[in-house]
């Protein structure tokens, strides 16, 4: 199995920009696609970006396309995304996780998760 951390979570104004990373460990020979999910209070989980194992497909969700990058190191066992032009209503709890499948845009193709890492932009 795969376990993975987030950081690089904080508060920043509106405006600024973040870059959270998702460290993998464990059973990382295998190739595993990468997605970037975000939960705000109240609201369902929802998809933000996605990355194959050889990073040669991205995906993104439109509320962030042209702001938001992801990308992955697997050297270092590490998926990216860099977040410019944040918003206020890009603050929430954002996870990574992983799958040996082919990437996919919904909670339910991910098997594994991150505990998340808070963003918080102010207006």
């Known amino acids: 199995q795969v376990q993975l951390v987030e950081s690089g979570g904080g508060l920043v104004q509106a405006g600024g920009s973040l870059r959270l990373s998702c460290a993998a460990s464990g059973r990382t020979s295998n190739r595993y696609a990468m997605g970037w999910f975000r939960q705000a209070p109240g609201k369902e989980r929802e998809f933000i970006a996605a990355i194959s194992w050889s990073g040669g497909s991205t995906y993104y969700a439109d509320s962030v396309k042209g702001r938001f990058t992801i990308s992955r190191d697997n050297a270092k066992n590490t998926a990216y995304v860099q977040m410019n032009s944040l918003k206020s209503e890009d603050t929430a709890v954002y996870y990574c996780?992983?799958?040996?499948?082919?990437?996919?845009?919904?909670?339910?193709?991910?098997?594994?998760w991150g505990q998340g890492t808070q963003v918080t932009v102010s207006s």
């Open positions: 996780a992983a799958t040996y499948g082919q990437v996919g845009r919904w909670p339910h193709d991910y098997y594994y």
